[in-house]
């Protein structure tokens, strides 16, 4: 049986200890609990693949790679291990852990994570990890929370059919984008929700949906109007 340890942080902000700090560096706490066995179950509840290799981001300053990192998206649990056939899994847990990164292994595609609580959005009360869309320009104007939800295909069958499909994991999506405001606010993939809340430069903003036919239903398109609309100011 594997075990999920919580995970604390003992760091020394110095700049000298920045610049020499190990890759991992931490303490195991006492108490332990379960990881659940999810056999059975079609997917997976962690994103972009059970283990890959990523980044801790501690205060925005401080760096720490890891070989070992899973997000538990069911959960809403950061996972690393130190070696790849390790049965001890570690939770992490610091509060000024500020953001993560994901390095999917297969083709090397970096997602950026940060942590956002509710003082971040306009009607938002809970503290979370959120996905910054399309962040080759360094923005964070869209973002979007993914939570793993367990599904059951026999239910969207009908109560009259004997069916004996899987269960499943599948994502549910919630996009938020940032106001002028600087306060995220949540929105669905559509034109009306996307220009409520970027609702200056008309002239200019149409003319750009024009001409690079932004599709309001596919979120990188629409990080890229958002980072137009900033570009504005």
Request: with cysteine.
């Amino acid at each position: 049986m594997r075990y999920l340890f919580y995970l604390v942080f003992v760091f020394c902000f110095s700049s000298v200890f920045a610049q020499n700090a190990p890759d991992n560096l931490y303490r195991e706490y006492k108490a332990w609990i379960d990881i659940k066995d999810t056999e059975g179950i079609q997917g997976t509840k962690f994103m972009y693949g059970d283990w890959n290799q990523g980044m801790l981001v501690l205060s925005d300053s401080l760096f720490f790679r890891q070989n070992y990192l899973a997000y538990d998206a069911q959960e809403g649990k950061i996972l690393i291990k130190k070696e790849e056939n390790s049965a001890t899994v570690f939770e992490v847990n610091d509060a000024n852990l500020t953001g993560f990164s994901i390095i999917e292994n297969q083709n090397n595609i970096k997602h950026d994570f940060v942590s956002l609580s509710s003082k971040h959005f306009k009607d938002q009360n809970s503290h979370g990890y959120y996905e910054i869309v399309n962040n080759v320009y360094k923005t964070n104007y869209l973002i979007k929370n993914t939570k793993k939800v367990i599904y059951d295909p026999n239910k969207s069958k009908g109560t009259a059919a004997i069916n004996n499909y899987p269960l499943e994991y599948k994502d549910e999506t919630t996009y938020y984008l940032k106001g002028e405001d600087g306060l995220y606010v949540e929105i669905g993939l559509k034109k009306k929700e996307v220009m409520h809340v970027l609702n200056k430069h008309a002239t200019k903003m149409q003319s750009y949906i024009k001409a690079k036919k932004i599709n309001f239903s596919n979120e990188l398109q629409v990080a890229h109007l958002a980072n137009y609309y900033y570009s504005l100011d």
